[in-house]
């Protein structure tokens, strides 16, 4: 096999144990407030990351087609061709770039992209600069392949905006890669054109991920891949187009990294799913129209929620201005936010996210998403109101 295929084992590295891995708490809150329900508490979901409504009917009638017309088959480890084009098209429309087909590979999610990335960029003992708060999964999958994040702080006071200048005090020679998030979760932050120059400017390859693209409520979406070739995207189609369960997502590359990543996904995954690509390709043809009326109602919400947090005095410092994610600072009432978001499921009937599930940065807030029904926000935060009346701040 190795002579067959030259250097295809070579890069492979062992997995650090799985006892290594931390528990993703938003599902442990998920799946205490499912108990709860079964015993027949009225339970408001705050807690996860899935957007509002229904897969639009275009994306649905695509699989169908699909599997009606027999598409079950394995296809190309990249992925379809039509969708590549499709993705590549998107690019030029949104962002003034021209990316290669053959510079992207669709994968089962953005996850399964993410693990890939780390697992052809990054060799054991290696380091990439990740913001903190970040999304509670980036340390897992840095450490499985055996490199180790660097979290950089982002201050509340400062929008939690990745900067230059922070970034700038941590590299060294064995800083391989800064990993970015806008619109960022759990912050909502958005990078504006500027910061993601300046970001570029730093020398270090980028990871950029751009799940949240789409959901921006100021400036348009800009992609990193606007400002430097030495980069890598990551995005998908869960959150922009209500496809969470579908598990459809892609990366874009530079050519020489493509390959590395192509012989881990035909090793680890073999290709995306076939018929579910061709939602992918319905799901790039959306008009912006559609895309408008969809995020409107998320506008809604997020200005709503912001009042609220501010009326009972826990929001954050400025508005976020993408995603759908608010961190509330509940620091004058806890140092455990995970015990405190229990209490909140159990006493107030509310689930939401703990901050420590997104770094040491995040303790003291809780997670808000405002990706459910204007109707279960309002009947959350006033839940989430009474329980707050209820507790004793934290002694000075």
Known sequence: MQGRFPGLFQDFK?????????????MEILERAQELES??????????????????????????????DNDTCYTHSLGKVELRDEIASYHRRLYGI????????VTSGSSAAMLLVFSALLDRGDRIIIPDPYYACYPNFIHYVGAQPLPVPVR??????????????????????????????????VLG????????????????????????????????????????????????????????????APGALVRKMQKFQQNLFICACNFVQSAGIAALQETPEVLEKRFSAYNERRLYLYRALDNMGIAPASLPDGAFY????????????????????????????PGIDFGPGAEGYIRISYACSMENLKEGLRRLEDFLGKVDPLQA
């Open 326 to 353: 608010m961190l509330a600072n509940v620091r004058r009432y806890t140092n455990d936010s995970y015990s405190f978001a229990l209490r909140i499921l159990e006493e107030a009937g509310v689930a939401v996210t």
């Open 14 to 26: 062992y997995p650090e144990r799985v006892e290594q891995l931390k528990p993703f708490l938003a």
């Open 39 to 68: 015993q027949g508490k009225s339970i408001i979901h705050m807690e996860l990351g899935e957007p509002g409504g229904e897969t639009p009917e275009a994306i649905k009638k695509a699989v169908i087609k699909a599997i009606n």
């Open 98 to 105: 021209e990316v290669s087909p053959d510079q992207i590979i």
């Open 193 to 252: 054109e500027e910061e993601l120059r300046e970001l570029a400017e730093l020398g270090p390859f980028i990871v950029s991920d751009e799940v949240y693209h789409g959901i921006n409520y100021g400036d348009r979406d800009r992609s990193i891949l606007e400002y430097t070739d030495r980069a890598v995207v990551i995005n998908g189609f869960s959150k922009r187009n209500i496809m969470t369960g579908w598990r459809l997502g892609y990366l874009v």
């Open 156 to 189: 509340e006071e400062d929008g939690f905006k990745l900067r230059a200048p922070a970034v700038r005090k941590h590299l060294s020679s064995d800083v391989k890669a800064i990993l970015i998030n806008s619109p960022a979760n759990p912050t909502g932050a």
